[in-house]
Structures are given as structure tokens and as C-alpha cells.
T-cell receptor, first 110, second 113 residues
């Protein structure tokens, strides 16, 4: 089966750092994606990992360990606008299909 | 501006009344797909298309149809909607069948009563 797990909700303080974890078990693996989604809006692409290690993009970083089936998204210097859902998704291979986790709703408070 | 456009944004209908949700992209993308998003379940793929006249089922295709007569358009058809198809629907596209990321439309919130 295909399974992607991430926490349902998290809260953090403005200016702080938060780490959102994602574990996956899929039939194949051809990359892991993080998307940001504000309520009722389209998911927007944040990051992509296909090899083990850390990818950094400004305030956002994403880490992958393929042997552990584990990834995390690290958000630094949190801003109020970072309040959103963060979706972890895996491409199991073959074509552009993405299998999504249920998403982590992050609330940033002052 | 490069975008994926869905219409309508909101739709309320009754059980059994056929409806179509349109999706159009202006990026000359080959690959297009439809997802539905339900609380606690995440996004699930309904149908996808690798190119004109090439479509296939995703994970939750029951009750839906699609067509791909032109490269830019990929409508989602509900022949006889039922309340369990109440959901938030997203169309997505990418330049080719193995390229990322997927670009998502703004979504269509469908309510079937």
C-alpha cells in the first residue's frame, strides 16, 4: 500500500523555527515534494528532494532520508503569512502521479 | 501569465444533474490531471492525461469522466453527481509526463445536495 504520514496540526511563534516531519511507505520512490496551501487555495510548490540530504531555499529547507522513509520541512524566521497547510507528497515513479499526505496545518501566532 | 484556470470556483448542484468543471492551461503542457481534496484524506488523483486523446484512471475514478480533445483543456465530467462527490477539486499540469513540479489551478468547491 501507499502511506504518507504527517502531523495534523502544529503551532509556532512568529520569528521561531518549526520542523514538520513526514514519513512515507510507497511502492516506489522517485522524489518527495513539499507544497504550501493556504485555506481554500491552490497548493504551491516549495521544494523537491530525490537524493538524501538537505536542500535549502531561503527560509525553507527540506531534508530526505530514503533509507528511513523520512523527510522534514524546516521553516525559519517564521512569519504570520506562513500560517498554512504543508503537504508532503511522494512520486512513486512511472509518471507524474503524486501521493499526498493529509497535510499539516501550521498556525503561527505573535 | 502562466496559469492553470478552473471554472467555476464554486458550484452547488443537486444529485443526478450532470455537470462539467473546466480546466485550461496556457503553458503548452502535455500532462494534466485532476485531484480531489477531502479533510483528513489529502489530495487523491481522479484521472490523468499524458497528451491529447490519452487519458487514464487515477486512484478514485468512479463517478467521473474526462476528455482531452485539445492540449490546453481537460474537463472533468460528473454524469450523475452524488453527495459523496462533494469536495474541493484541483486540476494540475506539468510540461511532460516525467517533469515536475505540478502546477495547480485555484480549485473548484463542489457541493452536491
Amino acid at each position: 500500500g501507499q502511506n504518507i504520514d504527517q502531523p495534523t496540526e502544529m503551532t509556532a511563534t512568529e520569528g521561531a523555527i518549526v520542523q514538520i516531519n513526514c514519513t512515507y511507505q510507497t511502492s516506489g520512490f522517485n522524489g518527495l515534494f513539499w507544497y504550501q496551501q493556504h485555506a481554500g487555495e491552490a497548493p504551491t510548490f516549495l521544494s523537491y528532494n530525490v537524493l538524501d540530504g538537505l536542500e535549502e531555499k531561503g527560509r525553507f529547507s527540506s531534508f530526505l532520508s530514503r533509507s528511513k522513509g523520512y523527510s522534514y520541512l524546516l521553516l525559519k524566521e517564521l512569519q504570520m503569512k506562513d500560517s498554512a497547510s504543508y503537504l508532503c507528497a511522494v512520486n512513486p515513479g512511472g509518471y507524474n502521479k503524486l501521493i499526498f499526505g493529509a497535510g499539516t496545518r501550521l498556525a503561527v501566532h505573535p | 501569465e502562466a496559469q492553470v484556470t478552473q471554472n467555476p470556483r464554486y458550484l452547488i448542484t443537486v444529485t443526478g444533474k450532470k455537470l462539467t468543471v473546466t480546466c485550461s492551461q496556457n503553458m503548452n503542457h502535455e500532462y494534466m490531471s485532476w485531484y480531489r481534496q477531502d479533510p483528513g484524506l489529502g489530495l487523491r488523483q481522479i484521472y490523468y492525461s499524458m497528451n491529447v486523446e490519452v487519458t487514464d484512471k487515477g486512484d478514485v475514478p468512479e463517478g467521473y469522466k474526462v476528455s482531452r480533445k485539445e492540449k490546453r483543456n481537460f474537463p472533468l465530467i460528473l454524469e450523475s453527481p452524488s453527495p459523496n462527490q462533494t469536495s474541493l477539486y484541483f486540476c494540475a499540469s506539468s510540461s511532460s509526463v516525467r517533469s515536475f513540479p505540478l502546477h495547480f489551478g485555484n480549485g473548484t468547491r463542489l457541493t452536491v445536495t
